[in-house]
């Protein structure tokens, strides 16, 4: 738990969320190894591929790319 008003926990909910019920139930974890190795592959594809409709339905490193460019 964060400090009172952090809004922190809900993004991290938001991706434990999504990464077990888009990723790791569906895909066999027979080992530590393959499941670490599963994770990291969904943090790439969950920040640089898959689209937020929260985010105009671009990646995470779109809308930041996108943003800087604006404040730039």
Not at 17 to 36: A, F, N
Not at 47 to 66: F, I, K
Request: proline share 4%; glycine share 6%; hydrophobic share 35%.
């Amino acid at each position: 738990m964060g400090d009172v008003g952090a809004c922190w926990n809900a993004v991290v909910e938001r991706f434990f969320g999504s990464l077990k019920h888009d990723w790791l139930l569906k895909v066999p974890q027979p080992t530590r190894e393959h499941m670490r190795n599963d994770v990291m592959a969904y943090m790439g594809y969950y920040n640089l591929e898959r689209l937020h409709t929260a985010n105009g339905d671009l990646s995470p490193v779109e809308y930041e790319q996108n943003s800087l460019r604006k404040v730039s």
